[in-house]
Nanobody, 117 residues
């Protein structure tokens, strides 16, 4: 059974930091492209950052220089370090895993990040 379990969300003031974690089980974690998505109220879900098995990363423009995605393949865990948070970063953040060779996608249940001004 595949499980992606996010943690680390919460309430933080603008300019603050949070670190999200995603513990994965039931998948070949190191073979997966892992990512963080977010969905703000009334908006579509968007990709925030992605990291491939070898460590190459991509970020959406609005978080470049502020967020860092990383992975620990030994611990089957994905991270998102979020610094200099802004109110517009407020959203539910979702962990995503994609296994390319079987083209299967997985989602966590989401963790809420609220940034107050």
């Amino acid at each position: 059974q595949v499980q992606l379990v996010e943690s680390g969300g919460g309430l933080v003031q603008a300019g603050g930091s949070l670190r999200l974690s995603c513990a994965a089980s039931g998948i070949a974690f190191s073979s997966n492209i892992m990512g963080w998505y977010r969905q703000a109220p009334g908006k579509q879900r968007e990709e925030v950052a992605r990291i491939e098995g070898g460590g190459s990363t991509t970020y959406t423009d609005s978080v470049k220089g502020r967020f860092t995605i990383s992975r620990d393949n030994a611990k089957n865990t994905l991270y998102l370090q979020m610094n200099s948070l802004k109110p517009e970063d407020t959203a539910v953040y979702y962990c995503n895993g994609f296994t390319p060779f079987i083209r299967r996608e997985y989602w966590g249940q989401g963790t809420l990040v609220t940034v107050s001004s």
